[in-house]
């Protein structure tokens, strides 16, 4: 059974940086294309990013461009997002996912996510 844990989250002020990480069990990395959402109260879950098996393609949404990173470490199974110049409006609860679609953003294109990491941005 495949289990996904985030880690890393916490309490930032604003302009602050946060590295997120995503440990999997019971499968490889590898086998997967992995993302990250995020979720605010009373907002849809939003895709953040993208990463390929590889992990030598990512794509990342606009809203965070420039600002965070998602990258992996198959051979410890991980995955992560570097988050900086972190705002309040990135204030969320933050998931990652595993799926087998290439670059793929709608959430019902992953198979199995984690219970989420919540990061809290202050003014």
């Known amino acids: 059974q495949v289990q996904l844990v985030e880690s890393g989250g916490g309490l930032v002020q604003a302009g602050g940086s946060l590295r997120l990480s995503c440990a999997a069990s019971g499968t490889l990395l590898f086998n997967y294309v992995m993302g990250w959402f995020r979720q605010a109260p009373g907002k849809e879950r939003e895709w953040i990013a993208s990463?390929?098996?590889?992990?030598?393609?990512?794509v990342v949404a606009d809203s965070v461009k420039g600002r965070f990173t998602i990258s992996r470490e198959n051979a410890k199974n991980i995955m992560y997002l570097e988050m900086n110049s972190l705002n309040p409006e990135d204030t969320a609860l933050y998931y990652c996912a595993a799926g087998l679609r290439r670059n793929s953003t709608p959430p019902y294109t992953y198979s199995f996510w984690g219970q989420g990491t919540q990061v809290t941005v202050s003014s």
């Open positions: 990463i390929n098996w590889s992990g030598r393609s990512t």
